[in-house]
C-alpha cells in the first residue's frame, strides 16, 4: 500500500540545532531547555518522556510554535521558524500543526461537529465543505452519532476522540499530543492510541508527550528528557511509511477558503452562534449583566433625548402662537425704489420654491359694514386662502360651531363667511346661532357657516386688522377680492416656517425669489428674530444639559460592559489560549471579543429602549414632555452599538495579546 522511504533519503520534516529556552522564575533563571537538538520525519510516532519539570511541556510549545526558543534553530519542513512574526506562526499552527491536550480543551459550549470545525474557520474554509470535512472526520472516528452532543455529554474518550479529529482538520502534518491517554481509562486509551499509531502510519508525524509505559512501548521512538537535556533517543525507525498516503486536507482547505467578505460575514455567524450558545448555556450571569448595563445606560440616554424633544415641541407649538415661526413681506419702497405689487402668484412661487415655507396666506382685507336684521357693525373683512406645497394644512382653526371655507368655496367664489366671537355678539342675540343665517356685507349676502372658538389670533398675523378682538368676518380670497375689494393684490403675504430656527435663510430665500420675480427690492420682509435667537440657544442648552446625562450613563453602561468583559477574558483565558492552538490570530481573537461586546451592548440598547418606550407613560404622567422619532430610536441604538465597540475593545485587545502557552497553562 504504501511506498517507503529507507531514512536519510527525505529531508526531515522538523529540525532542532541547539535549542535552549529559559525562564525566569521568582527572580531566578530556570532552563527549560538546553542545546536541544533532535530530527523528526513525517510518519514518525515518537513518545516524549521524562520526570515533571523536564522540560517536555516547554519542547512540545516549541515544536508546535507556541512558543520560541531563546537560542538554536528550529526549522520546519527546512525553513527558519524564528524568523516568522505572530500571524505567520498561527498560519503554521494552522496549517501544519493538530494538538491534543491532556484535558481535551474543547469548547463547552459548542457540539462536537463545531468544535471540529473549529481550526478550518480560522483557516478561512468555506461552511459547507468543513462541515462536510468533520462529519466526516467524526464518523471516520465512531463518532457519527455524537456529532450534535456538547462535551458534557460525551465520555472522556469521545471527548479525546473529537479532540483529535479537530487536530486532523486542516489536515496537520505534525500531531501533537499531551498526555492524550492520561485521563482515559484503558479502554478509551487504546481507542486513542490505535488512532494516532494510524495518524502516523498514514504519514503524520506523531509526537506525544506520555509516563505511561504502555504508550512508550507502542511508540516507534522514545525521547527521554532530563534537566532540558535529552537524556535518551531510540532514533528514528531504520523505515518509514511514505508520505503518498498524506492527507490532502490542507490543501483541498486551500481551495475551497472563502475570501474578503464572505470570511468576515463567516466570521460574524460563527461569532454570534458561539456567543448566543456561550452566553444561553455557560454565562449567562455575564451576559445578562453587561446587556443590562448597557440597558440602563440606553434607558437614560433614550428619557432624555426624548424630553429634549418633548420640551422643544412645547417650544415650537408656543413660538407658533407667538408668531415666532411666522414672517411676513409687505410692499414697502426703499432706497427710492417703488414699492413692489405683491401678487397670488407670489404666494404660490414662495410655497413651492422655498423648501422651509410651509404655508403662504396671502392677507387682503378690509373694513366694512356688516349688517344682520336691524343690526349692523363696522368688520374686518378678511379674504382667505391657504397655499401649501403639500396641500393640506394643520393650521385650520378651531371653530365653536361650524365649518370653516374650503378650498371649493374658494373656487366657486361661494358668498359664504365664518365670523370671529366679537361679531357674532355685535349682531346676534346671545342665545341666537348665527350659523345658516346670512349676513350683509356691501350690499351682498352671505351665508355664515361657521363660528370661530375665542380669539384665534394665531391665524394670521397678531393685530392684523382687528383681528385680535375677533372682530372680523372670513371670506373665500377670490369672493373677498372679486365681490367685495375689487383687487386680488394681497396687502401682504404671510409666511409660516417648518423651521423657526432657518428663519433668517428662509428669509432670504423669499427675498432672492421675489428680488427675481419682480426686478427689484421694493418689499419688507419682518420677523421676530430677538425670540428666534433665544429659541435656538435654548435648545442648544437642553440638548447640552440633557445630553451630558445621557452621555454620562451610556459612559457608565460602557465601563460596565468592559468591567465585564475583562472577567470575561480572564475567565476564558485557557479558552483563548486553546483558539490560538488551533491557529487563530491574534486579530481572530480580538475580533471575537469586540463582536461579543458589540453584540450584547445592541442587545442591551434594545431592552433599554423597550424599557424607555414602556417608561414613556409614566414620564407623561408627571407632567414631562416626551416626544420620540425614529432617529432618537435609531440614535440609542447606534450609541449602545458604538459603546460596546469602544469599551469592547480594550479588553478584546488584552484578550488577543495573550502568550498561548501561558494562556494553556491557565486554570480556567
Ligand atoms: P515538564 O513538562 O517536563 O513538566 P516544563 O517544560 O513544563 O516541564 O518545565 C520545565 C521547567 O521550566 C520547569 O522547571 C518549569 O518550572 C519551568 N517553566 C516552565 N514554564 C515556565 C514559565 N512560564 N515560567 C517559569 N518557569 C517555567
Redesign the pocket.
Given at each position: 500500500m504504501l511506498a517507503t522511504w529507507v531514512m536519510g533519503s527525505e529531508p526531515p520534516l522538523i529540525e532542532l540545532e541547539r535549542v535552549g529556552r529559559r525562564?525566569v522564575?521568582k527572580g531566578a533563571p530556570?532552563v527549560?531547555l538546553r542545546d536541544v537538538s533532535v530530527r523528526f520525519h513525517a510518519g514518525e510516532f515518537v513518545c516524549i518522556s521524562?520526570p515533571?519539570?523536564?522540560?517536555?511541556?516547554?519542547l512540545m510549545h516549541i515544536l508546535g510554535c507556541l512558543d520560541t526558543p531563546d537560542s538554536g534553530s528550529y526549522r520546519f519542513a527546512g525553513r527558519e521558524v524564528q524568523a516568522l512574526g505572530a500571524d505567520a506562526l498561527a498560519w503554521l499552527r494552522r496549517r501544519a500543526f493538530g494538538f491534543v491536550f491532556q484535558n481535551y480543551n474543547l469548547l463547552e459550549s459548542a457540539t462536537a461537529r463545531e468544535n471540529v470545525e473549529l481550526p478550518a474557520v480560522y483557516a478561512g474554509l468555506a461552511p459547507g465543505v468543513r462541515r462536510a470535512r468533520a462529519l466526516e472526520l467524526l464518523a471516520e472516528l465512531g463518532l457519527e452519532r455524537r456529532v450534535n452532543h456538547r462535551p458534557s455529554m460525551l465520555s472522556g474518550g469521545e471527548q479525546q476522540r473529537v479532540a483529535i479529529a479537530r487536530a486532523m482538520m486542516n489536515g496537520g502534518r505534525v500531531i501533537l499530543a499531551d498526555e492524550p491517554t492520561g485521563s482515559l481509562d484503558s479502554k478509551s486509551g487504546e481507542e486513542a492510541l490505535r488512532l494516532l499509531e494510524r495518524l502516523a502510519a498514514e504519514g503524520h508525524a506523531v509526537i506525544l508527550i506520555s509516563h505511561n509505559p504502555d504508550v512508550a512501548a507502542r511508540a516507534h521512538r522514545r525521547v527521554a528528557?532530563l534537566d532540558?537535556r535529552i537524556e535518551a533517543d531510540s532514533g528514528p525507525p531504520a523505515r518509514l511509511p511514505g508520505v503518498t498516503a498524506f492527507r490532502q486536507g490542507s490543501n483541498a482547505a486551500e481551495m475551497a477558503a472563502i475570501g474578503g467578505l464572505g470570511r468576515l460575514l463567516d466570521r460574524l455567524r460563527t461569532g454570534v452562534a458561539s456567543l448566543r450558545a456561550n452566553l444561553l448555556r455557560v454565562r449567562r450571569i455575564y451576559a445578562a449583566l453587561t446587556t443590562f448595563s448597557m440597558l440602563l445606560g440606553v434607558w437614560v440616554v433614550v428619557t432624555m433625548l426624548s424630553i429634549a424633544a418633548g420640551v422643544y415641541a412645547d417650544t415650537l407649538t408656543t413660538m407658533g402662537q407667538l408668531g415666532t415661526n411666522r414672517m411676513q413681506v409687505e410692499p414697502r419702497s426703499r432706497d427710492g425704489e417703488r414699492s413692489v405689487d405683491l401678487t397670488l402668484q407670489d404666494a404660490y412661487a414662495i410655497a413651492e420654491q422655498v423648501p422651509n415655507a410651509e404655508r403662504v396666506m396671502p392677507l387682503l382685507g378690509q373694513k366694512l359694514t356688516a349688517r344682520y336684521g336691524e343690526k349692523s357693525q363696522l368688520v374686518s373683512v378678511e379674504g382667505y386662502i391657504e397655499i401649501t406645497a403639500a396641500g393640506a394644512s394643520r393650521y385650520a382653526p378651531r371653530l365653536e360651531r361650524g365649518r370653516f371655507i374650503t378650498p371649493r368655496n374658494n373656487d366657486n367664489i361661494d358668498q359664504v363667511g365664518v365670523i370671529g366671537r366679537a361679531v357674532k355678539d355685535a349682531l346676534f342675540s346671545v342665545e341666537a346661532d348665527p350659523v345658516g343665517q346670512y349676513i350683509v356685507l356691501d350690499n351682498l349676502p352671505f351665508l355664515v357657516q361657521g363660528l370661530l372658538d375665542g380669539e384665534q389670533s394665531h391665524i394670521g398675523a397678531p393685530g392684523w386688522l382687528g383681528r385680535r378682538q375677533g372682530r372680523f368676518i372670513m371670506v373665500p380670497f377670490r369672493a373677498a377680492a372679486a365681490l367685495l375689494l375689487g383687487t386680488d393684490a394681497p396687502q401682504a403675504l404671510e409666511i409660516t416656517v417648518r423651521d423657526p430656527l432657518k428663519m433668517a435663510a428662509t428669509a432670504q430665500a423669499v427675498r432672492e425669489l421675489l428680488i427675481r420675480r419682480h426686478g427689484g427690492e421694493g418689499f419688507l420682509i419682518s420677523y421676530s428674530s430677538a425670540r428666534v435667537e433665544q429659541m435656538g440657544r435654548d435648545r442648544m442648552n437642553l440638548w447640552l444639559g440633557l445630553g451630558s446625562i445621557g452621555l454620562i450613563a451610556l459612559l457608565a453602561g460602557g465601563l460596565g460592559v468592559m468591567a465585564i468583559m475583562l472577567m470575561a477574558v480572564s475567565e476564558r483565558t485557557r479558552e483563548i489560549g486553546m483558539r490560538m492552538a488551533v491557529g487563530a490570530r491574534r486579530r481572530d481573537i480580538a475580533q471575537q471579543f469586540v463582536i461579543e461586546a458589540v453584540a450584547l451592548a445592541a442587545a442591551g440598547g434594545v431592552l433599554g429602549l423597550l424599557v424607555s418606550l414602556a417608561s414613556n407613560p409614566v414620564a407623561q404622567s408627571f407632567g414631562i414632555p416626551t416626544a420620540f422619532s425614529p432617529w432618537i430610536l435609531l440614535a440609542a441604538l447606534a450609541c449602545s452599538a458604538g459603546t460596546g465597540l469602544a469599551f469592547g475593545i480594550a479588553p478584546a485587545r488584552r484578550a488577543s495579546r495573550l502568550d498561548p502557552?501561558?494562556a494553556l497553562a491557565a486554570r480556567r
Open positions: 525562564y522564575k530556570v527549560a521524562g515533571s519539570g523536564a522540560g517536555k511541556s516547554t528528557l532540558g502557552v501561558a
